[in-house]
T-cell receptor
Framework: NAGVMQNPRHLVRRRGQEARLRCSPM?????VYWYRQLPEEGLKFMVY????????ESGMPKERFSAEFPKEGPSILRIQQVVRGDSAAYFC?????????????FGPGTRLTVT | AQTVTQSQPEMSVQEAETVTLSCTYD???????LFWYKQPPSRQMILVIR??????QNATENRFSVNFQKAAKSFSLKISDSQLGDAAMYFC??????????????FGTGTRLTIIP
């Protein structure tokens, strides 16, 4: 049973370009969470999605950031017109569609570097 | 909003000794989950141990145990017989259970644990 997959593992973008980060949850998991980790800091929640729905986006910056989790395919975190401050590790986690399921399984992260 | 505080940015321990990492949190909720995650140099987040707030018994996983003090809002992690492979960043995390949809994890700032051979 494959774990949470994220790609790419490393992504380099120049200022002003777009970054697309992909996350494939574990098999059978329909809940996806995105977190951002700035250098030397803890993880900060960004967005929580279920299939075709955004449940909680309270941690998402209001501009340039968007996320989706379509019926088919991976979840995508999209950052438009990247700036140096977007450089961070972005982690995806997933959990099963069970009431009371409390464990989130993390992917290996995507390290975004903006030059 | 919930907050999680880890007041020890760095800790070190001799191999085979015991070390305790501290975590405090602030919440107005009565039911919730608490976690300790380990992040080794590979940066993969690994769940070490979890505690349900409604359980009075402290969770234990092999060499890892917690001291959960609900009234004091304290959740410390004890690592016994420390091994070189325990060297990592350790994050304390909180998760609500009372509201459907409010399932995000709130993390502390982490404690970097060094194992001295």
């Amino acid at each position: 049973n494959a774990g949470v997959m994220q790609n790419p593992r490393h992504l380099v973008r120049r200022r002003g370009q777009e970054a697309r980060l992909r996350c494939s949850p574990m098999k059978g998991h329909s809940h996806v969470y995105w977190y951002r980790q700035l250098p030397e800091e803890g993880l900060k929640f960004m967005v929580y999605l279920q299939k075709e729905n955004i449940i909680d986006e309270s941690g998402m910056p209001k501009e340039r950031f968007s996320a989706e989790f379509p019926k088919e395919g991976p979840s995508i975190l999209r950052i438009q017109q990247v700036v140096r401050g977007d450089s961070a590790a972005y982690f995806c986690a997933s959990s099963p569609p069970l009431a009371g399921a409390y464990e989130q399984y993390f992917g290996p992260g995507t390290r975004l570097t903006v030059t | 909003a919930q907050t999680v505080t880890q007041s020890q940015p760095e800790m070190s321990v001799q191999e085979a000794e015991t070390v305790t990492l501290s975590c405090t949190y602030d919440t107005s909720e009565s039911d919730y989950y608490l976690f300790w995650y380990k992040q080794p140099p590979s940066r993969q987040m690994i769940l070490v141990i979890r505690q349900e707030a409604y359980k009075q018994q402290n969770a234990t996983e092999n060499r890892f145990s917690v001291n959960f003090q609900k009234a004091a809002k304290s959740f410390s992690l004890k690592i016994s017989d420390s091994q070189l492979g325990d060297a990592a960043m350790y994050f304390c995390a909180y998760r609500s259970v009372s509201n459907f949809g409010n399932e995000k994890l709130t993390f502390g700032t982490g404690t970097r644990l060094t194992i001295i051979p």
